[in-house]
């Protein structure tokens, strides 16, 4: 049965007005979950992850990082608080993506919300999930109206039969991008980790604890990245240790008990708050390229206390193979390039390393510290680099220099292709393969390359559509339709008048 409830709750106000959300209604929202005790946490958030220039990128639901970090864990559930539109489409996603695990709602009306009885909902559900024969943690989300109705999550017990249960505001008006909300997730977990291993022994890694120190690395790389580091690392007398995101609960113990910890995303900014607190040192930037690899393994060997001319044999064994590998496979061109996944700097390296002519890099992620050495590499090199960028920045980069090839995000690839210009996925298409030391030097020319190849193909195929018209006169007609403009603006100021008359009758 459930206890009653301990706090007064949340703020029902906060869903009154129609369609609160990631479209509308934002300030609204803001002011209700601070009304709502969520202050701290918001303000946290906003201190984590600055925004601006401008007040927040475009970008999917960023609740859908927190969740994909939870359901690639093992033995981790996941339950979802939110208004079941935002929960459709961030299972939709999630499957998309090849999730292949359940994900929990546990729904609520303005009844429950009001009652507070949506906390007992939560609360009775992972009660009821908690079973340690399957589960070390349950990851409990609200999502943007139940934070800002101030649904108390940091109520919930710490942990029941043994299984964790971490709770987390991810609210769209409070976590910029889907990639700091991996950050949140990830860095609410190390925490808890921290708190167990100050107070006793933990559990060991899968395959046991290995002889030599760790560098443990921060931010979701390709797949095969961590062996090639590994690599890299073994003449300095170090091994790779885990990801994290990691995989499993107890890879966090072994995460924090790194020697050292590589910001190689430079995001995660509380997750590097939990490593500078269990006294790790951080590394920025990353093995990529000839003059990445170069400093990164100083960089890596001073901070672990390396002897000098230890790093000075592992350059000297690394950089003519780097240097080798990126002259065999040049890449000729000018190219734009735009993402979220916080890798976009170091690719823009590798890119100018390979011989490519790199005019912009536009990243949805705020500047950090840990990017500080890719930003000064590559300004020196003319190439302008755009924190928190937004859409219409990409598109403005785009025009500007027109590329022989732009990569970018879905909206930026559209418009290059619009403007016959080759373009490639960020996400799909780069970020998905290796980046690092040697085996990532010259694995980037193929694709690009090919793609920028293909010019003539997009003239070919421009010259094939022809006169089916664009815009609001796309297709086939007998009857060109006109364009209204003013129609859309008559319906715009309509929507407007109807939802300042909604806020009047019910304020927030
Ligand atoms: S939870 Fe995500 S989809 Fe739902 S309103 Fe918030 S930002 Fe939008």
């Known amino acids: ?51 601006g220039p401008h007040d927040q990128p475009q970008s999917m639901c960023p609740a859908f990082g927190s ?58 559900a992972v009660h009821a999930l908690a079973d340690p024969a399957q589960y070390d943690a349950i990851v409990v989300t609200n999502l943007c109206v139940p934070t800002a109705s101030g ?35 990830a860095g609410a977990m190390l925490r808890y980790a921290r708190g167990e291993a100050e107070a006793g022994p933990v559990q060991a890694p899968r395959g046991g604890r290995g002889e030599k120190p760790t560098v443990t690395l921060v931010g979701e790389v390709f797949p095969a990245d961590p062996v090639g580091i590994g690599m890299l690392l073994e003449p300095l007398g170090l091994a790779a240790g885990p990801v994290v995101p990691t995989r499993e609960w ?54 672990a206390g390396v002897a000098a001319e230890t790093i000075d044999a592992a350059q000297n064994r690394f950089l003519p193979m780097v240097r080798a590998a990126l002259a065999r496979m040049p890449v000729q061109g000018r190219i734009t390039l735009s993402g979220y996944e916080g890798s976009e700097l170091l690719v823009a390296r590798l890119l100018v390393e390979s011989g490519a002519d790199v005019r912009y890099v536009g990243t949805a992620c705020p500047k950090t510290p840990w990017s500080a050495p890719d930003l000064a590499w590559l300004e020196a090199r003319g190439v302008h680099v755009q924190y928190r960028a937004s859409l219409e920045q990409d598109l403005a980069a785009m025009a500007e220099f027109e590329p022989d090839l732009a990569i970018g995000t879905t909206p ?10 080759p373009a490639l996925y960020f996400t799909n298409l780069i970020s998905a393969r290796p980046l690092m030391g040697p085996a990532g ?68």
């Not at 706090?7 to 609204?28: F, I, Q, W, Y």
């Not at 029941?160 to 709770?167: A, K, L, W, Y």
């Not at 607190?277 to 990445?292: K, L």
């Open 250 to 303: 107890r890879d966090l113990y072994a995460a924090l008990d790194g020697a050292v910890v590589a910001a190689i995303h430079p995001f995660y900014t509380a997750s590097i708050r939990e490593f500078e607190a269990a006294g790790r040192p951080i590394v920025g930037s990353a093995p990529v390229g000839h003059d990445g690899t170069a400093d990164w393994l100083r960089a890596i060997g001073r901070a």
């Open 412 to 421: 930026v690839v559209q418009a290059a292709k619009a403007r016959k210009i």
């Open 67 to 124: 969740l994909r970090v939870g359901l690639r864990m093992r033995r981790t559930a996941t339950v979802l608080s939110g208004s079941a539109c935002c929960v459709y489409g961030l299972t939709f996603t999630s499957h998309f993506y090849g999730a292949r695990r359940t994900v929990g709602y546990v729904p609520f009306n303005s009844e429950t919300l009001v009652t507070g009885k949506l906390f007992e909902d939560i609360r009775d």
């Open 1 to 51: 049965m459930s206890e009653p409830l301990a706090t007064a709750l949340p703020n029902p106000e906060a869903v009154k007005a129609d369609g609160l959300g990631c479209h509308s209604g934002k300030d609204a929202l803001l002011a209700a979950a601070k009304a709502a005790g969520k202050s701290e946490t918001l303000d946290r958030y906003a201190k984590d992850y600055p925004k």
């Open 441 to 508: 030097a010259g694995s980037l020319a193929t694709v690009v390359n090919a793609a920028i190849g293909n010019k003539p193909r997009f003239a070919a195929m421009e010259a094939f559509f022809e006169g089916v018209g664009s815009g609001h006169a796309a297709g086939v007609w007998e009857t060109v339709p006109k364009d209204r403009p003013e129609f859309r603006e008559q319906y715009a100021r309509k929507v407007a008048k109807a939802a300042k008359a909604a806020n009047v009758e019910e304020p927030i």
């Open 151 to 185: 649904v108390p999550l940091q109520l919930l017990p710490r942990e029941i039969n043994g299984v964790r249960i971490i709770g987390i505001d991810v609210p769209g008006f409070g976590v910029p991008t889907h990639a700091e909300a991996k950050d949140v997730l």
